[in-house]
């Protein structure tokens, strides 16, 4: 099992910058690859970033490729996304997950934190 609980989420103006860290704690010593997804409301959950084990690969949602860099510290068992030029639709609660290096899906996922940008 891994729990993951995410931070640094808040309420930002447009055009401004967060940087989303998630921890992860449990049994961290097995491969995960892992990503970021946002949820807002009324519309279903979607993809926003991920991350391979090594952190040598990385992919992006069309709607925050350019703004957004996710990034992991595999010594801090820690992901981080950082979101520049943010824009009110980037608005969601933002959810870290994790997939086993077998799973095809991921399999753990954070609470959750809210961000909430201002026009």
């Known amino acids: 099992q891994v729990q993951l609980v995410e931070s640094g989420g808040g309420l930002v103006q447009a055009g401004g910058s967060l940087r989303l860290s998630c921890a992860a704690s449990?049994?961290?010593?097995?491969?995960?690859?892992m990503g970021w997804f946002r949820q807002a409301p009324g519309k279903e959950r979607e993809f926003v970033a991920t991350?391979?084990?090594?952190?040598?690969?990385?992919y992006y949602a069309d709607s925050v490729k350019g703004r957004s860099t996710i990034s992991r510290d595999n010594a801090k068992n820690t992901v981080y996304l950082q979101m520049n030029s943010l824009k009110p639709e980037d608005t969601a609660v933002y959810y870290c997950?994790?997939?086993?290096?077998?799973?095809?899906?991921?399999?753990?996922w954070g609470q959750g934190t809210q961000v909430t940008v201002s026009s």
């Open positions: 997950a994790a997939q086993p290096v077998a799973s095809r899906r991921y399999d753990y």
């Open positions: 449990g049994r961290t010593s097995s491969n995960y690859a």
């Open positions: 991350i391979n084990w090594s952190g040598d690969y990385t």
